[in-house]
């Protein structure tokens, strides 16, 4: 796999493909998963696959404080709504890089206090995601 030319592609390239190979996932990258709520093409960075489990994969990358952290609710609802087709069975939104103000927050499960539906997409951070991954516990 070719790196993107991205600090997210070099990521996904140097520690989440190891990651799930190690745990014994397949894999598939830069998946066209559908429409973004009627709103044109949904990609997700992995769809990784384990005995029956289809599992969604979307990594953000923050290496310093920007806009990435605002587009993170909207990312989790096009989780939230690609799942309800039934096809994959969770998602994952990781979050890498030190320059998250809301990391806390995002990890802590808060925002599904204000979205709901969205019990399936779980956002981890990078570490956590590559030690379950890993582990094959995703």
Same mark, same amino acid.
């Given at each position: 796999?070719?790196?993107?030319? *991205?600090? *997210?592609?070099?990521?996904?390239?140097?520690?989440?493909?190891?990651?799930?190979?190690?745990?014994?996932?397949?894999?598939?990258?830069?998946?066209?998963?559908?429409?973004?709520?009627? %709103?044109?093409?949904?990609?997700?960075?992995?769809?990784?696959?384990?005995?029956?489990? !289809?599992?969604?994969?979307?990594? $953000?990358? %923050?290496?310093? +404080?920007? *806009?990435?952290?605002?587009?993170?609710?909207?990312?989790?609802?096009?989780?939230?709504?690609?799942?309800?087709?039934?096809?994959?069975?969770?998602?994952?939104?990781?979050?890498?890089?030190?320059?998250?103000?809301? !990391? +806390?927050?995002?990890?802590?499960?808060?925002? +599904? $206090?204000?979205?709901?539906?969205?019990?399936?997409?779980?956002?981890? *951070?990078?570490?956590?995601?590559?030690?379950?991954?890993? !582990?094959?516990?995703?």
């Amino acid at each position: 796999m070719k790196a993107r030319g *991205t600090g *997210t592609g070099w990521v996904l390239e140097r520690m989440i493909i190891p990651a799930l190979d190690a745990g014994g996932y397949g894999y598939s990258v830069r998946v066209n998963v559908g429409s973004r709520l009627g %709103q044109g093409i949904h990609f997700v960075d992995v769809v990784a696959t384990k005995e029956e489990r !289809r599992l969604l994969i979307s990594l $953000k990358w %923050q290496q310093v +404080s920007g *806009t990435a952290e605002q587009k993170i609710p909207y990312e989790v609802i096009c989780l939230a709504a690609t799942l309800e087709e039934k096809r994959h069975d969770k998602a994952y939104l990781v979050l890498g890089g030190e320059g998250w103000k809301l !990391r +806390s927050f995002y990890v802590s499960g808060a925002l +599904s $206090k204000y979205v709901r539906g969205i019990e399936n997409v779980e956002i981890v *951070t990078l570490e956590n995601f590559v030690a379950k991954a890993n !582990r094959g516990l995703l």
